[in-house]
Nanobody
Framework: QVQLVESGGGLVQAGGSLRLACLASGRIFSDAAMAWFRQAPGKEREFVAA????????SHAESVKGRFTISRDNAMNTIDLRMNSLKPEDTAVYYC???????????????????WGQGTQVTVSS
């Protein structure tokens, strides 16, 4: 069993920065691809970024590319999402997720992920 706990959300002004962290417990952490998704009120959950089990492969949604960076520390069982140049449209609940294997060509789909955290709220004011 894998448990994921997010932290680091909050209220920030447009143009500001936040760093989200996800602490994972469970044996498969270093083998599993991990990702961040987000869901804004009234909208579907959307892919933000993913990272392979080794950390060698990353993928970012076009809407956050160049502003957000996903990383992981397998020794500490954590993944981070560094968010810069935040915009009001980044406001959402951000979720950490653990995948079915180290990598998948379908890892932008939330259905590929097995474990989910409870989410952390990010609010960007204009």
């Amino acid at each position: 069993q894998v448990q994921l706990v997010e932290s680091g959300g909050g209220l920030v002004q447009a143009g500001g920065s936040l760093r989200l962290a996800c602490l994972a417990s469970g044996r498969i952490f270093s083998d599993a691809a991990m990702a961040w998704f987000r869901q804004a009120p009234g909208k579907e959950r959307e892919f933000v970024a993913a990272i392979s089990g080794s950390g060698a492969i990353t993928s970012h949604a076009e809407s956050v590319k160049g502003r957000f960076t996903i990383s992981r520390d397998n020794a500490m069982n954590t993944i981070d999402l560094r968010m810069n140049s935040l915009k009001p449209e980044d406001t959402a609940v951000y979720y950490c997720a653990a995948g079915r294997s180290t990598y998948s060509s379908t890892w932008r789909q939330d259905s590929w992920y097995v474990y989910w955290g409870q989410g952390t709220q990010v609010t960007v004011s204009s």
